[in-house]
C-alpha cells in the first residue's frame, strides 16, 4: 500500500477494509476504482454508491498535498461508467495561491484524463467553495450534477449555484467533458511532444480558442499529460499543468521528480501558458521546460 493511506487506514472499517485491499493494498493503486471493483466493494460492505463514496473521502483526502494550509479535502467523482475517481487539494509553495488546486477541481480532471465522458456525482468532505462551484458548472452534467456531503442532504449543482452564469450565456459550444479534437499537428517524432499535443487537441478552451497541452516525463519515465481546462467565467479555468500534476499525484507519482516538460500552445493564441507554467514547474525542481507552437 502506498505510503499516502498508511495513517488514515485504521480509520476505515474493518468490512471497507477487507474490501479495498486487493485494489488498494497494490502500490500502483491509481486512486481510481472501476465499476466493476465499486460492485465487488459494494456487495462486502452493503454500501450503495452515496455510502461508499462518502467512506472513501478520507482516503482521498489522504492524497492532498497542503504545504501551505495544511488543510486536507477529499473529494470522490462518479463517472456514468460506474467508476469512481479520487480527487484532492493540491498547493505549491513558492509560487503565487492562484496555481492551487481544489480537490473538486482535482477529482474531475482526473475522470477527464482516464476517459470519463459524464459525471453524475461528486462527494467532498467540505461544502464547495464558489471557485469550485463555478468550475463545476462548465461540465457536460449541467447544473443537474449531484453534490454530496457528509451529514448533508443529497442536492444538486443547481442547488449550490442558483441563478447561474456559465457557458451557455456566451456560446453553444462543447462542454468540459465533451469529446474533442482539434486537429492541431506538429512535425516531429518526439513521443513526449505528441503526447502534449495530442492533450493539447482534446483541451477545452471554447472562450479564448488557446488550446494547451503538457506531457511530463517522471524519473521513474512515466509520462502524465495534462489539457488546459477553460471557465465560462476565466478565472476558475485550470491550466493544463495542474492537471498534468493532478494526474501524478493521483497516480502516486512525486510532483517534484519531473525531469522533462513539454508545453505544447498556439503561435497565434491569445493566451500562454508559458509563464506559469514555467515558474511553477521551476517551483517543483524541473528546469527542463519546452514550448512547442503549432
Ligand atoms: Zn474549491
Redesign the pocket.
Known amino acids: 500500500m502506498q505510503a499516502r493511506f498508511h495513517a488514515i487506514w485504521s480509520e476505515i472499517t474493518p468490512k471497507l477494509q477487507e474490501a479495498l485491499l486487493p485494489y488498494i493494498g497494490n502500490d500502483d493503486f491509481p486512486a481510481m476504482l472501476t465499476a466493476e471493483q465499486v460492485e465487488s466493494i459494494r456487495q462486502i460492505c452493503g454500501f450503495d454508491d452515496h455510502a461508499l463514496a462518502l467512506a472513501l473521502l478520507p482516503l482521498a483526502a489522504a492524497c492532498a498535498i497542503t504545504p501551505i494550509s495544511h488543510f486536507y479535502v477529499g473529494a470522490i467523482a462518479r463517472g456514468e461508467s460506474g467508476n469512481l475517481y479520487f480527487g484532492a487539494n493540491m498547493e505549491f509553495a513558492g509560487v503565487p495561491l492562484q496555481q492551487t488546486v ?4 482535482s477529482a474531475i480532471t482526473h475522470a477527464w484524463l482516464r476517459g470519463e465522458k459524464k459525471l453524475v456525482s461528486i462527494t467532498v468532505n467540505y461544502s ?2 464558489g ?2 462551484r463555478q468550475f463545476m458548472n462548465e461540465l457536460n452534467s449541467g447544473t443537474q450534477l449531484e453534490v454530496c456531503l457528509p451529514n448533508r442532504p443529497r442536492l444538486t449543482l443547481a442547488d449550490y449555484l442558483p441563478e447561474a452564469f456559465g457557458p451557455r450565456d456566451l456560446l453553444d459550444a462543447p462542454l468540459l467533458l465533451d469529446s474533442v479534437n482539434h486537429g492541431y499537428q506538429l512535425d516531429t517524432c518526439d513521443a513526449l511532444v505528441l503526447a502534449a499535443l495530442d492533450a493539447a487537441n482534446q483541451s477545452h478552451a471554447p472562450y479564448s480558442q488557446s488550446h494547451a497541452g503538457i506531457a511530463l516525463l517522471d524519473e521513474q519515465n512515466q509520462v502524465y499529460t495534462g489539457r488546459y481546462a477553460e471557465n465560462a467565467a476565466f478565472n476558475p479555468s485550470l491550466p493544463p499543468l495542474q492537471a498534468a500534476l493532478i494526474l501524478m499525484n493521483m497516480s502516486g507519482g512525486n510532483c517534484q521528480s519531473i525531469k522533462r516538460a513539454i508545453l505544447v500552445e498556439g503561435k497565434n493564441s491569445h493566451l500562454s501558458q508559458s509563464n506559469a507554467t514555467e515558474s511553477t514547474l521551476t517551483a517543483l525542481g524541473c528546469t527542463k521546460i519546452e514550448c512547442h507552437r503549432f
Open positions: 481544489h480537490a473538486e477541481q464547495p467553495c471557485h469550485c
